[in-house]
């Protein structure tokens, strides 16, 4: 499979909040979404940390930004850091 074809086959894009960058290279980031609760109907809430890698260390936390799956680079990081989206208060 060439380089190309691998491109093709990645996720798409996931929007994240960095919740912590007091790693070197890695960044923890929260994923947000709602969901319905199957018998009352209400939206719940539900957060995910995703841990992803972060070559530049451009990343900060409270930042928006993109990351995609990648192949597994440790034991929990399985993502990586596409492009900072909007920098957060400093």
Do not use: C, W
Not at 49 to 70: C, P, Y
Not at 73 to 81: H, I, Q, T, V
């Amino acid at each position: 499979m060439s380089e190309k074809d691998h491109k093709e086959k990645t996720s798409r894009p996931v929007r994240v909040v960095v919740t912590s960058d007091k790693m070197n290279k890695s960044r923890v980031g929260t994923l947000e979404h709602l969901v319905k609760h199957a018998s009352y109907g209400k939206y719940q809430r539900k957060r995910t940390k995703l841990m992803f890698h972060d070559e530049q260390n451009e990343s900060r936390a409270g930042d928006i930004v993109l990351i995609t799956q990648t192949r597994p680079l440790s034991a929990r990081k399985k993502f990586a850091l596409l492009q900072v989206v909007k920098k957060g208060e400093e």
